[in-house]
């Protein structure tokens, strides 16, 4: 899987914005920005998952992780697709594409590598991850760096005028 997107921006004239925003302006601000752009890549992601067939066999229910022993969920085709999403970094104003997993989440796409990158007995690879990334860097990275110019702008006016 690709660790990030490799984008060409107009970095100069966001740096300049942004030695004049406060920090929490510049972290919600790019959050923002590039929530708004990832949504494509999310939608591009969730195309590219594979999905197995619905028969009679496969719908099973399994013991969720973290929950009591008497909760059972049922993982029904379609789940891994649906479990794509958008995660926040917690230090950084990074963003991650990548299927959400853990106790509290309504889909698990916990085993989401091990479709991407095969395991041990499958030894098949579905890459969709990387499919999605190169079908999608090129839009992300078109417009990115002028909405993210214009909006930390448009913070910093609000936040001159209320001052």
């Known amino acids: 899987m690709n660790d990030g997107l490799d984008l060409k921006l107009n970095w100069t004239a966001l740096q300049n914005e942004l030695k004049k925003a406060p920090e929490k302006v510049k972290v919600r601000e790019l959050r923002r920005v590039m929530r708004a752009e990832l949504s494509v890549v999310v939608q591009s992601v969730r195309q590219f ?22 909760s059972k969920i049922l993982r029904a085709p379609g789940n891994l697709k649906k479990s794509i999403g958008i995660i926040a970094s917690r230090k950084t104003a990074t963003l991650f594409v990548r299927p959400l997993f853990g106790a509290s989440k309504k889909y698990d796409g916990f085993y989401g590598h091990m479709v991407h990158n095969g395991t041990v007995n499958t030894k098949t690879k579905t890459a969709f991850m990387d499919q ?6 090129s839009i992300v990275g078109a417009n990115l760096s002028a909405k993210v110019t214009k909006s930390i702008a448009k913070s910093l006016s609000n936040l ?3 001052v």
Not at 53 to 69: L, N, V, Y
């Open 49 to 70: 998952v594979p999905v197995r067939k619905k028969t009679s066999g496969i719908k099973r229910t399994f013991q969720k992780r973290g929950a009591a022993k008497s």
């Open 132 to 137: 999605a990334y190169a079908a999608t860097k």
């Open 160 to 162: 001159g005028a209320k």
